[in-house]
């Protein structure tokens, strides 16, 4: 893992070895997508949560040089959570951002190492019933390695590793007013693991 991490970082940061299998001008269009569920009981009690969360992350870059790529993107969540006594609760999140990533190549092979840093603007709201709860928004900053296979000249799959992250958000409840601000540093490289296509035009 830490050998992943100094060459996306030397990916990143200047070293070119290789090039990427990418020509000045083209387009990548892909993302990834992601569902998840899961419920919690308490031990011999009928207290029963099942949770569900859906997630969608579209992003369209454009080859500077053919290891450097710039770009959009439009990450979404969505999660909805329902316990014992039938109570609802559903949080959305919407984050658009930019991005810039630096690919080098594995030697004479179709694989890549990746470095990527992102920034985005992120708001969402919390409902409990079909009540507004809360409203938030912030932003965020995040570099994640990863690594790319170009399964043919206009098709490739890849995945990322979690990255070092900060986010800063404030969350405004809805019945009082009050605003609470909040502050994350994240690094979680070997906790979180996406993966992705992307097409090339």
Request: charged share 20%; hydrophobic share 40%; proline share 2%.
């Amino acid at each position: 893992m830490k050998k992943l991490i100094v060459l996306a970082a030397v990916a990143l940061f200047g070293t070119q070895v290789a090039k990427a299998q990418f020509s000045k001008g083209d387009v990548i269009l892909g993302g990834n997508l992601n569902v998840t569920t899961s419920s919690q009981k308490v031990k011999d009690t009928d207290n029963k949560t099942t949770s569900t969360s859906f997630g969608i992350s579209p992003k369209v870059g454009v080859a500077l040089t053919p290891n450097w790529v710039i770009g959009v993107f439009a990450r979404s969540e969505f999660s909805n959570d329902k316990n014992v006594a039938g109570v609802k609760t559903k949080s959305s999140d919407i984050t658009p951002g930019v991005f810039v990533r630096n690919y080098h190549m594995i030697g004479e092979s179709k694989f890549a190492f990746f470095a990527e840093a992102n920034a985005g603007y992120h708001f969402g709201t919390d409902k409990t019933d079909d009540t507004k709860t809360a409203t938030y928004n912030g932003f965020s900053v995040r570099v994640l390695p990863g690594i790319t296979y170009f399964v043919s000249k206009h098709f490739m799959l890849e995945g990322a590793f979690g990255g070092l992250s900060y986010a800063y958000d404030q969350k405004k409840a809805e019945a009082t007013g009050v605003k609470t601000n909040t502050s994350t540093f994240n690094f979680d490289f070997p906790k979180e693991f996406q993966v992705g296509v992307n097409w090339i035009f």
